[in-house]
């Protein structure tokens, strides 16, 4: 075990992981600890419900191409809390965010904060401690009153935005929304992925209120699928590029949005020219986004022929995506049967996420997710059994497959996906 594990355990122990959205704790620590959000490279701040760690990371592969470092903050992690904090390129080591929690936890005393507003203090006080070019800060929920929303980013970015923590967001679109668009700030321009029309009407409103420079897929940037990639066209702009790294159909919106990331950021003299955004797409690596499995023990138990896939989408537009990507993997000349694993926290809307997928998968296996509010197996094979899709519960990752081995016909291609709990345990386990 690494020293990490304790200190995080320790963390979450002293300080509530159930969410308290304001800005108040973390500005006062952060103000107890000289104010190190004000002393950033120039940032990128990207909040939506969809795709926006995937733009995080196109982000970081196209401007590390261009030789520039970059710090980056996401979450949730999948395997371990260092993969939240990427300092100059480099993701965090044990003995520096050790002495960085402790240096938050002094300041803060015995005041009462959330665990995710003390690791995003430690974050932005790594990144003010060690220079580099470029910040790219990940909204963890919501925008307005998210932990992250003290910074002054040079440019904001909003992905496609859908229901998803409705518990704390509410369950209507433009609510939503506008918690999303919280994150534009006076005269910032700001990137806007592809959005249903109430999330773009409820944003103009924002960004006009703000004189935020609004630049829109559909408006000022279009996106169009090639044989070979896509085209990204603005006015400025028209580019050839190849299809990108991360598979699926929705990748091309989450790639040429960063395109257009890049485009505007040349307005802030950060310069990253079409060669760094070529090979940024090509060297672009986020994991569970459907990611192929290709070795380890669960790759090397399948029978010959079979794959193993690996996403960590939760949500009703996951789901859709992922159907479209069924669809793409049906036109194969030989294409293989579809079988998903899954486990979804309550807090999920399982039968939105499934109902999407249910005409595209031969059959489902339903596992738990320990150590949190999840369906047990027995309830998410109902609400899959409810959408059509054939399921049984089983007891973990290793005995779902087990099973569909033991009892379909293969070569097949498996599904894991559901959540990023399920994609982190499922990394761990295979190596």
């Keep these: 075990m690494s020293l990490i594990d304790p200190l995080v355990e320790r963390v979450m122990r002293l300080h509530p992981r159930s969410i308290d959205l304001g800005l108040g704790r973390i500005e006062a620590l952060l103000d107890r600890l000289g104010n190190p959000q004000r002393r950033l490279p120039p940032a990128i701040h990207v909040a939506g419900t969809n795709g926006k760690g995937s733009l995080v990371a196109y982000l970081r592969a196209m401007a590390e191409a261009a030789g520039y470092r970059v710090h980056v903050y ?4 999948l395997v371990r809390f260092n993969e939240r904090i990427r300092v100059a390129g480099k993701i965090i080591d044990d003995d520096a965010l050790d002495e960085l929690i402790t240096d938050c936890e002094q300041a803060n005393g015995e005041k009462p904060i959330t665990f995710f507003e003390i690791t995003t203090a430690a974050a932005y006080l790594a990144f003010a401690r060690v220079p580099a070019d470029l910040a790219v800060i990940e909204v963890g929920l919501g925008g307005r009153h998210d932990a992250t929303n003290v910074i002054d980013p040079v440019l904001s970015a909003i992905t496609p935005i859908g229901f998803d923590h409705t518990g704390f967001l509410g369950d209507k679109l433009d609510g939503i929304a506008r918690e999303k668009a919280g994150i534009l700030k ?69 790639a040429a949005t960063a395109v257009a990331c890049i485009e505007r950021l040349r307005a802030a003299r950060v310069r990253i020219d079409d060669a760094a955004i070529v090979k940024g797409l090509a060297s672009v690596d986020w994991p569970a986004r459907l ?13 010959p022929g079979c794959e193993l896939w690996l996403d960590g989408g939760h949500n009703e537009d996951c789901g859709i995506a992922l159907a479209r990507q069924a669809v793409e993997w049906a036109k194969e000349p030989a294409p293989l049967p579809l079988h998903l694993v899954f486990g979804m926290l309550t807090t999920k809307d399982a039968t939105g996420f499934l109902r999407p997928l249910a005409r595209h998968a031969a059959s489902a296996r339903a596992v738990p997710i320990e150590g949190h509010s999840a369906y047990t197996p027995q309830e998410a094979s109902a609400r899959a059994n409810d959408v059509g899709l054939d399921c049984i519960p089983t007891t973990d990752i290793g005995s779902a497959l087990e099973d569909l081995l033991a009892t379909q016909p293969a070569p097949m291609r498996i599904l894991i996906c559901g959540s990023l709990y399920v994609a982190g345990t499922v990394l761990a386990r295979n190596g």
């Design 74 to 77: 996401t979450s949730p992690h």
């Design 186 to 254: 006076h005269a910032v321009p700001a990137v806007i992925g592809r959005q249903r029309d109430v999330s773009a009407g409820v944003i103009e409103e924002e960004a006009g209120r703000l004189a935020a420079p609004l630049f829109r897929l559909g408006r000022e940037w279009q996106v169009t699928p090639t044989a070979s990639g896509f085209r990204y066209e603005s006015d400025h702009a028209g580019l050839d590029l190849p299809a990108p790294a991360l598979v699926g159909v929705h990748q091309l919106d989450n």
């Design 291 to 303: 990611q192929r499995l290709t070795r380890g023990p669960l790759v090397d138990a399948l029978l």
